[in-house]
Structures are given as C-alpha cells and as structure tokens.
C-alpha cells in the first residue's frame, strides 16, 4: 500500500497563533477604512457609523448562537427518539 | 428538427438505453446526455414552443423563454458534474433513476401548460425516491416512505388546484398568477411542499441524508430549485412569498446549528438558502427575478460541491455524524478545499460565486423600500457563513482529530468537484456570463467599495462569533424534533388509538356475532319446538306466579325431548313462520 501523505499543520499551536494573530489582523484592517469612507446607505444614516455591518454580523451571529441554544433544550431528543 | 426536441426526450431516451450497455458505455452515456443536452438548450430560441392536443386540452409541452433557459443551463451542467462524481457506481438503477428524474425536472421548467407540468411534477416526486431507497438501508426506506408520501400530498394539493383553475378560467395555461382564488392558493402550496417551506420542510432533511452518497448530491439541486421556478413564474410579487422565505432562512439556520450530521445540516442550508430565493419571487420586480434565477443557478453548483465533498467524505469514511469526524484535512486536503470553496461560495463571500447572485435579490428589496426583509435577510446572510460556511468545513476537516486516515476520494469524484469548485470562483468573479442570460437586462453591480468592504466585515465578525462561541457549538449525539414530527410519532400515536378503539369494537362485534349468537341458536334449534315449550312455560310461570307443577312440566319436556317425540315437522313450521315475518317486514318497508 502506498503510504498516505499526512498534514498536520493546524495540530501546531504556534500555527494556530499565528492564525489567530493574522485574523484579528484582518478584522482591524476591514473596520478601518470605515473612517475614511464616505458609504452609501440604504435605510438609515447610522448604517455610515463607522464598522456598523461588523458589529451587525457580530451581534446577529451571537443572538442565532444564543436563540439556538435555547431552542435546542426544546427540540433537542436522543438518536433513537423515532425507533 | 433537431431545434425542437424536448431535453426530457433526450434524458429519457438515454435512461430507456442504460439497462442495455455494459458499465463502460453507461458511465459515457449518462456524460454524453448532459452534454448534449446542453447543446439542445443553447439552441433554443426563446418563444419556441411545441403544442399538443390531449382530452380536448391545447398542452404546451416545450415553452421556451430566458427564465426556464437559466433553469435548463444549470440543470444540464450540474448534471453532467454529478455523473461525472457517480462514475465509480457498478450498477444501472441509481444512473436510471437519475436520468429520468433530472429529464423530468427539465421538463418541468420547460412545459408551458399546468397539466405538462404536473405530470413532470410526479415522475420527478417518484423518481427520486429511488435514489432514496437505493442506500439499502432500514432508515433509508422508512425516509423514502415518509418522503414519496408527502410528495404525493403535495402534488395532490396540486392536483386540486389545477383542476379548480381549469374550471374557474377555462384555461391550462401557467402563467403569473393575479387573482387569490382557492385555486390558485393551492397550487401555491403544492408548489411550497416541494419548496421546503415550513411546515412542509422536515421532508427535506429527513430524505435527502439518507439517500445514497451520489443519489443526495443529485436531489439537492432539482426538486426545490423546480420549486423555485414555478414560484418565480406563477407567484411572482405575491408578498405572502416574503415571509414564506424570510421563515425559510432563518428556520434552516437554527436547525442547521443544532444539527450533527453534516450532510443534514447541509440540507437545512438548502432550505435557508431557497428562503432568500422564494422572498425574491415574493417581491416580483425584475432585478428580484434577476436576482432569484441567478442565485438558484450559482445555488445549485456550490450546494452540490457541497454535497459532493461531504458524500467525499461518507464515501471514504462510511461516517457522516460531525462527532465522529474532524481532523480530515490531514489526508483529504483537495477535498477540504473543494469544500471550503463551497463554503465560501454559499456564504456569498466576495469572489465567490453567490456574492454575485445573493445581494441581487437584496438589492431588490431594498430597492421597494422593504426594510424588515432586507434585515431579515442580512441576518440570514451572517447565520448561513456561521452555519455553512465555517461549521461545516470545521467540524468535517478540522477541529477534533478523531484519527480517521480515509484518504482522497477517486479521482472522478475529484474532477466533479474540480469542475464546480472552478465555477464557483469564475462565477464569482467574472459574473457576467449569468447576467446575459437571466430573463431581464440587469442593472446590478456586485462589486463597489462600499457594498463589498461590508460584506466583508459582516462575514469576518460572524467568523469571529463563532470561534468566541465555539464551545456552545460543540456537536452532541442528538437530533431535532421538526414537523415531520406529527406524521412520524404523531401518526404512530393515531395508528395505536384506532387500534385500540377500532379493533376493540371490532373484537366485541366477533365475540358477539360470530362467537355467541351463533352457539345459542345452534343450541336452540337442536330442539326447536321443544324449547319453544320450555322456554314458553317458564316464561309463562314468571308471569303468573304459578310454579307449583314446574318441576314435572319442565322434567316432562325434557323427557319428550330426549325421546325426540316432537314431530320433524315442527322445525320447518317455525322456519316457515320465520320467513313469513321476514317477508312482511320487507313488504311494510
């Protein structure tokens, strides 16, 4: 059999550190131009407000995550629940 | 005429041709129908159409126009790329089953009247449940039942209303639709059952993960995008669509969160992703059109790719629980990144190919000023990069290694992927092949600082919520109850109450007149004329209080009876008299 190639690049922390550093360098660098930037805008003006659609996709994801949790201890049943 | 044959004869002949090559000559004929079905499309000019005559009914079998074009285009494409991904299959039923399901949806989006398009509608609902049934497993046959049943409920829901509307307008034409009748709001919901639309969703992700690896990478794509494109033909601006998608969005969401197999959370992300096409149909201006027909068509390549990498992954592992995966990146990495591509491309991040189509449709709404669909939807837009487009490739590819070494799949598999993963990218980026083809002209630029620049920033803050988050992400061996609910247990619960009071009262009926009665005439008419004295006498001391010469009548009766000195006769006398009241009774009546 011929030997299958293995990566384990993400099983390095230090990778994982650089990957963590490297994102957060990419969040900053996507709310920044905010400020300089004159945006159009489709419903309100405080869509302009300067990282406004960061904080949306951030606070929107949190209350899904949240909202889901919550419906999970109600919907949530064992495996076999139908067998 | 060549420029006038139906693609479904094309499909269906080459399905009628499989049983009889050998493998090699199947694996290139289901290649050479997509491909020349492709070519048959791009030969039709819009406003050909074929017409026949059936019970006194004009039926338009062929109607060509841009949209059903768009419809065909990726139909055929996406055809050609799933066969190619079934090509290691040895035997004939699953290509067969496939064939004449996707001839069917092509004929579907290409049949002009209501009765065309509800045959289509039933071969493609009976179709592919064999690719269902085709696991060979319980589950997957108990899925398939549930999931043939709520078609054929749906298209009787359909049924019904074509035939209402025959008889209300006289017609079979199918065009928009502009006046809510019960007809037609039938046929709107038998069109929403195939759409996967709450309450009628649960078939959805209860078939599809159960059919076989190629058989879902198949399905994702005609049923519900066929759906999709009656809705955009016959409903289109029915606002009622609007909370329909929006519901769908959000509603694949959350289940796809709660989920643990990945290809079920997959088919929550279908239903998300068909919740923003239904609420561009819902708000029925051009560019919403524009931008629903353009999302279905990238939907169906990425969701396949999709689709592929995880029956990739259950291919080679035999495992589709995220519980017993993760860590597979180590030695599937073409897969992981195929999938990922996927990913990206369902969460419509820029250069990917549903960037293109999804904010189209967003455009829309909020070019008619509707502000809670444009939030919804830009909610939904931040959920499906949680739910899709990291969840799955996390949990799949990375996170918690659980020592599984499958390797890649076959190299056929790959190319399917290869070819889709590199439309998604072309799509992304240079999507002006699309635009050409969609049903109106289109004004509508993806790509502007401003309009990218957040896209961007919601998609990253999402990411970055789900790793702060990770931990109340973690998968458990669960599954979640949904409206399949109330036919699964639901129905088990009727079927044991009827049980109980049917065959309870059925069970009294047979002891009664099967068991009882008759035992006590058969006693009676051993003896008939002898018991009608005995019982006679003691009728007739009870009521006059006689009973002092009791013992020695009743003794003498017995004795007579027992000597058998009642004459034969007697018994055919009662019968007689028997019939004669019977006969009376009759003749009063």
Same mark, same amino acid.
């Given at each position: 059999?011929?030997?299958?190639?293995?990566?384990?690049?993400?099983?390095?922390?230090?990778?994982?550190?650089?990957?963590?550093?490297?994102?957060?360098?990419?969040?900053?660098?996507?709310?920044?131009?905010?400020?300089?930037?004159?945006?159009?805008?489709?419903?309100?003006?405080?869509?302009?407000?300067?990282?406004?659609?960061?904080?949306?996709?951030?606070?929107?994801?949190?209350?899904?995550?949240?909202?889901?949790?919550?419906?999970?201890?109600?919907?949530?049943?064992?495996?076999?629940?139908?067998? | 005429?060549?420029?006038?044959?139906?693609?479904?004869?094309?499909?269906?002949?080459?399905?009628?041709?499989? &049983?009889?090559?050998?493998?090699?000559?199947?694996?290139?004929?289901?290649?050479?129908?997509? $491909?020349?079905?492709?070519?048959?499309?791009?030969?039709?000019?819009?406003?050909?159409?074929?017409?026949?005559?059936?019970?006194?009914?004009?039926?338009?079998?062929?109607?060509?126009?841009?949209?059903?074009?768009?419809?065909?285009?990726?139909?055929?494409?996406?055809?050609?790329?799933?066969?190619?991904?079934?090509?290691?299959?040895?035997?004939?039923?699953?290509?067969?089953?496939?064939?004449?399901?996707?001839?069917?949806?092509?004929?579907?989006?290409?049949?002009?009247?209501?009765?065309?398009?509800?045959?289509?509608?039933?071969?493609? =609902?009976?179709?592919?449940?064999?690719?269902?049934?085709?696991?060979?497993?319980?589950?997957?046959?108990?899925?398939?039942?549930?999931?043939?049943?709520?078609?054929?409920?749906?298209?009787?829901?359909?049924?019904?209303?074509?035939?209402?509307?025959?008889?209300?307008?006289?017609?079979?034409?199918?065009?928009?639709?502009?006046?809510?009748?019960?007809?037609?709001?039938?046929?709107?919901?038998?069109?929403?059952?195939?759409?996967?639309?709450?309450?009628?969703?649960?078939?959805?992700?209860? $078939?599809?993960?159960?059919?076989?690896?190629?058989?879902?990478?198949?399905?994702?794509?005609?049923?519900?995008?066929?759906?999709?494109?009656?809705?955009?033909?016959?409903?289109?601006?029915?606002?009622?669509?609007?909370?329909?998608?929006?519901?769908?969005?959000?509603?694949?969401?959350?289940?796809?969160?709660?989920?643990?197999?990945?290809?079920?959370?997959?088919?929550?992300?279908?239903?998300?992703?068909?919740?923003?096409?239904?609420?561009?149909?819902?708000?029925?201006?051009?560019?919403?059109?524009?931008?629903?027909?353009?999302? =279905?068509?990238?939907?169906?390549?990425?969701?396949?790719?999709?689709?592929?990498?995880?029956? =990739?992954?259950?291919?080679?592992?035999?495992?589709?629980?995220?519980?017993?995966?993760?860590?597979?990146?180590?030695?599937?990495?073409?897969?992981?990144?195929?999938?990922?591509?996927?990913?990206?491309?369902?969460?419509?991040?820029?250069?990917?190919?549903?960037?293109?189509?999804?904010?189209?449709?967003?455009?829309?709404?909020?070019?008619?000023?509707?502000?809670?669909?444009?939030?919804?939807?830009?909610?939904?837009?931040?959920?499906?990069?949680?739910?899709?487009?990291?969840?799955?490739?996390?949990?799949?590819?990375?996170?918690?290694?659980?020592?599984?070494?499958?390797?890649?799949?076959?190299?056929?598999?790959?190319?399917?992927?290869?070819?889709? =993963?590199?439309?998604?990218?072309?799509?992304?980026?240079? &999507?002006?092949?699309?635009?050409?083809?969609?049903?109106?002209?289109?004004?509508?630029?993806?790509?502007?600082?401003?309009?990218?620049?957040?896209?961007?920033?919601?998609?990253?803050?999402?990411?970055?919520?789900?790793?702060?988050?990770?931990?109340?992400?973690?998968?458990?061996?669960?599954? +979640?109850?949904?409206?399949?609910?109330?036919?699964?247990?639901?129905?088990?619960?009727?079927?044991?109450?009827?049980?109980?009071?049917?065959?309870?009262?059925?069970?009294?009926?047979?002891?009664?007149?099967?068991?009882?009665?008759?035992?006590?005439?058969?006693?009676?008419?051993?003896?008939?004329?002898?018991?009608?004295?005995?019982?006679?006498?003691?009728?007739?001391?009870?009521?006059?209080?006689?009973?002092?010469?009791?013992?020695?009548?009743?003794?003498?009766?017995?004795?007579?009876?027992?000597?058998?000195?009642?004459?034969?006769?007697?018994?055919?006398?009662?019968?007689?008299?028997?019939?004669?009241?019977? +006969?009376?009774?009759?003749?009063?009546?």
């Amino acid at each position: 059999m011929k030997e299958k190639k293995v990566y384990d690049w993400f099983d390095h922390p230090q990778n994982i550190r650089k990957l963590r550093y490297g994102f957060y360098t990419v969040l900053v660098l996507l709310v920044l131009p905010d400020f300089f930037l004159h945006k159009h805008t489709y419903f309100s003006a405080v869509e302009s407000v300067p990282g406004f659609f960061a904080l949306f996709g951030f606070i929107s994801c949190v209350v899904i995550i949240l909202v889901s949790k919550l419906l999970g201890y109600l919907l949530k049943r064992r495996e076999d629940y139908y067998d | 005429m060549t420029d006038f044959l139906p693609p479904f004869l094309l499909f269906f002949a080459g399905a009628l041709l499989l &049983p009889f090559l050998p493998r090699v000559g199947r694996n290139l004929l289901i290649l050479l129908v997509p $491909a020349l079905g492709f070519v048959l499309i791009a030969f039709m000019e819009p406003g050909q159409s074929w017409h026949y005559r059936l019970f006194g009914l004009d039926l338009t079998l062929l109607r060509v126009d841009k949209l059903s074009k768009v419809f065909g285009y990726v139909y055929v494409i996406n055809a050609f790329c799933c066969f190619l991904f079934a090509q290691h299959l040895k035997k004939a039923d699953e290509h067969f089953a496939a064939l004449v399901y996707i001839g069917a949806s092509l004929g579907a989006v290409f049949a002009g009247d209501l009765i065309s398009l509800y045959l289509f509608w039933e071969v493609m =609902a009976v179709f592919s449940t064999f690719l269902i049934l085709a696991r060979r497993t319980e589950r997957s046959w108990n899925s398939a039942y549930r999931y043939v049943l709520m078609h054929l409920f749906g298209g009787l829901l359909l049924l019904a209303g074509i035939l209402l509307q025959i008889h209300d307008t006289g017609s079979v034409a199918f065009d928009g639709f502009s006046v809510q009748t019960p007809a037609t709001w039938l046929i709107l919901i038998g069109f929403l059952v195939n759409a996967a639309a709450p309450p009628f969703s649960a078939w959805l992700s209860d $078939a599809y993960p159960e059919a076989t690896v190629t058989g879902g990478v198949i399905m994702t794509a005609y049923t519900t995008k066929t759906a999709v494109y009656t809705l955009l033909r016959g409903f289109a601006g029915w606002e009622v669509l609007m909370v329909v998608g929006c519901v769908m969005a959000i509603y694949g969401i959350i289940y796809a969160i709660l989920e643990n197999d990945m290809r079920r959370i997959l088919a929550y992300s279908i239903i998300n992703q068909v919740g923003f096409m239904v609420c561009g149909a819902g708000i029925g201006t051009a560019m919403a059109i524009n931008g629903a027909a353009a999302h =279905a068509f990238c939907h169906i390549l990425y969701k396949a790719l999709l689709w592929m990498s995880a029956g =990739a992954v259950l291919y080679m592992t035999g495992k589709s629980k995220c519980t017993d995966l993760g860590g597979l990146y180590k030695t599937m990495p073409l897969t992981m990144i195929f999938g990922t591509i996927g990913a990206l491309a369902i969460s419509s991040f820029p250069a990917f190919s549903g960037y293109t189509s999804k904010p189209m449709i967003m455009a829309a709404g909020v070019n008619e000023g509707f502000f809670w669909v444009w939030l919804i939807l830009e909610i939904a837009s931040a959920g499906v990069f949680l739910h899709a487009g990291i969840k799955f490739p996390y949990f799949v590819f990375f996170a918690k290694d659980n020592g599984l070494r499958p390797g890649e799949p076959p190299k056929h598999m790959l190319a399917g992927m290869a070819i889709l =993963a590199f439309l998604c990218i072309f799509l992304g980026v240079y &999507p002006q092949p699309l635009y050409d083809i969609l049903p109106y002209g289109v004004d509508f630029q993806a790509y502007k600082l401003d309009s990218t620049l957040n896209q961007l920033q919601l998609l990253m803050f999402s990411a970055l919520a789900f790793f702060l988050l990770l931990p109340m992400l973690k998968r458990t061996e669960t599954i +979640s109850l949904d409206s399949d609910w109330l036919y699964r247990l639901g129905g088990r619960q009727l079927f044991r109450f009827c049980r109980w009071a049917f065959d309870g009262l059925n069970e009294q009926a047979n002891r009664l007149f099967a068991h009882q009665l008759p035992s006590l005439l058969a006693r009676f008419f051993v003896n008939p004329l002898g018991n009608v004295q005995k019982y006679g006498y003691r009728l007739w001391v009870e009521t006059s209080g006689i009973a002092d010469q009791q013992e020695r009548v009743t003794a003498e009766i017995e004795s007579r009876s027992r000597h058998g000195a009642y004459p034969v006769g007697g018994g055919v006398l009662l019968a007689v008299m028997f019939l004669a009241v019977v +006969s009376l009774l009759l003749y009063i009546k």
